[in-house]
Nanobody, 126 residues
């Protein structure tokens, strides 16, 4: 099993930047795809970005050009660099992981990810 811990959230003004980290322990991290999801109060959880074990990237349309996901397998960490933040980006951001084989396509469905962190709050003031 993989355990995940997020960090890096906080309060930032609109237009600012934050970098979230998702640190993993246990399991073979390099064999896991990792995704970031977010959930704002009263709203459904939504996909933000993912990175496969081979480095394929996928982004929700609303973050393209502003957010960048990356991974450092040696550090067992996935990052989400967020720039040009907007008030609408305010949410709890959670990372999730799933063990995959190389031929498995990426997925944006949060139910496909069995391992989750506790989440980190991102608040963007306008």
């Amino acid at each position: 099993q993989v355990q995940l811990v997020e960090s890096g959230g906080g309060l930032v003004q609109a237009g600012g930047s934050l970098r979230l980290s998702c640190a993993a322990s246990g399991g073979a991290f390099s064999r896991h795809a990792v995704a970031w999801f977010r959930q704002a109060p009263g709203q459904e959880r939504e996909f933000v970005a993912s990175i496969s074990r081979s480095g394929n990237l996928d982004y929700a349309d609303f973050v393209k050009g502003r957010f960048t996901i990356s991974r450092d397998n040696a550090k067992k960490t996935v990052y989400l660099q967020m720039t040009d933040l907007k008030a609408d980006d305010t949410a709890v951001y959670s990372c999730a992981a799933r063990h995959t084989i190389l031929t498995v396509p990426d997925t944006r469905d949060y139910t496909d990810y069995p391992y989750w962190g506790q989440g980190t709050q991102v608040t963007v003031s306008s």
